[in-house]
């Protein structure tokens, strides 16, 4: 069975992106998941120990670029925004790609208050993108 090439783009490749990444690549052997920034930041600690509690151990994961991607050349079935309406119309087109998305979730990294309300509403937007997985990889096995 081929897989596809999926490509999961936000701002920083810091949370949302990665989180996506992550649970595409474990809850379905259909797709091949990566993730980039628009402009690569550093792994976002509050969103590491969100999915540690689930059991997904991305704290080794490194922050990508799209123009990384765009440089090596890579293609993809689907790209797929995660970030703000505005930071999504900023997502390149990238050649012989056939599919592109955008799910708004808000920004782990824009969150004020404490450690503990951080977390939670980081874990809220982890729960958010885990239900939008489930859901794209349900409708994606119709089809």
């Known amino acids: 069975m081929d897989r596809k090439s999926v490509l999961f783009i936000c701002i ?20 091949i998941a990566e993730s ?8 976002n600690p509050m969103a590491v120990k969100a999915m540690a509690e689930i059991g997904y151990d991305i704290s080794g994961n490194s922050v990508k670029g799209i123009s990384d ?20 119309e900023q997502c390149p087109i990238f050649p012989g790609e056939t599919e592109r998305l955008h799910w708004q979730f808000p920004d782990p990294s824009a969150i004020e208050g404490s450690y503990e309300e951080n ?24 089809e």
């Open 69 to 88: 991607m765009i440089e090596k050349g890579k293609k993809y079935d689907c790209v797929i925004a995660v970030c703000d309406p505005e930071a999504a």
């Open 36 to 43: 980039a920034g628009l402009e690569p930041g550093m792994l």
């Open 12 to 31: 920083h490749n810091s949370a949302r992106s990665q989180m996506a990444e992550a649970f595409l690549n474990r809850l379905s052997d259909r797709f």
């Open 119 to 142: 977390l939670a509403k980081t874990r809220k937007i982890r729960d958010m993108i885990l239900n939008k997985i489930i859901e794209f990889i349900k409708q994606k096995g119709e």
